[in-house]
């Protein structure tokens, strides 16, 4: 889990340096990775209070792609730049959800409640950010040109 949420927020760090975010905005990410990754190692020892610091770590990356990521703006555009924009806000809702429920539930190993975090994450959030990149990432590994389609907003509706 913590593999993931690392590695797609870091991606969106790295274009957002192309846009030159501030040092402060850096700063914040730093501290909600920090959150995150601190809360992470807690969870060997203290599992509870370490899963509601990973989860307050969630909210913070959540806030954090959602006033930083450009889909606030480019959602009201036409096409794929619309659909990737619904992904993204949609992946950004998802991991704010998952970051509440574990600051509720605290540390979960089992039943409903743990379902409830894991799916939020990986079908939420994970499964966002893949559909939001297959239609830039599939013509460039497979070289094949894929058009954008109404049916990729399919996922959304399921």
């Given at each position: ?50 899963m509601r610091l990973v ?30 924009a619904l992904c ?71």
């Amino acid at each position: 889990m913590g593999f993931l949420i690392l590695t797609i927020a870091d991606e969106w760090l790295e274009l957002g340096r192309i846009v030159r975010l501030s040092r402060g905005s850096e700063m914040a990410f730093t501290g909600a990775v920090a959150l995150f990754v601190i809360g992470l190692m807690l969870m060997f020892w203290l599992f509870n209070p370490g899963m509601r610091l990973v989860s307050l770590g969630m909210l913070a990356l959540a806030a954090w792609l959602l006033r930083y990521d450009v889909a606030r703006r480019t959602v009201y555009k036409q096409g794929l730049p619309h659909y990737t924009a619904l992904c993204l806000l949609a992946g950004y809702f998802w991991l704010a959800a998952a970051g509440c429920m574990g600051m509720v539930f605290g540390g979960v190993v089992a039943g409903l409640r743990y379902d409830a975090v894991l799916h939020a994450i990986f079908l939420g959030f994970v499964f966002s950010m893949i559909f939001d990149h297959a239609p830039i990432i599939f013509p460039a590994v497979l070289g094949l040109q894929i058009n954008f389609h109404q049916f990729l907003y399919a996922y959304m509706h399921t």
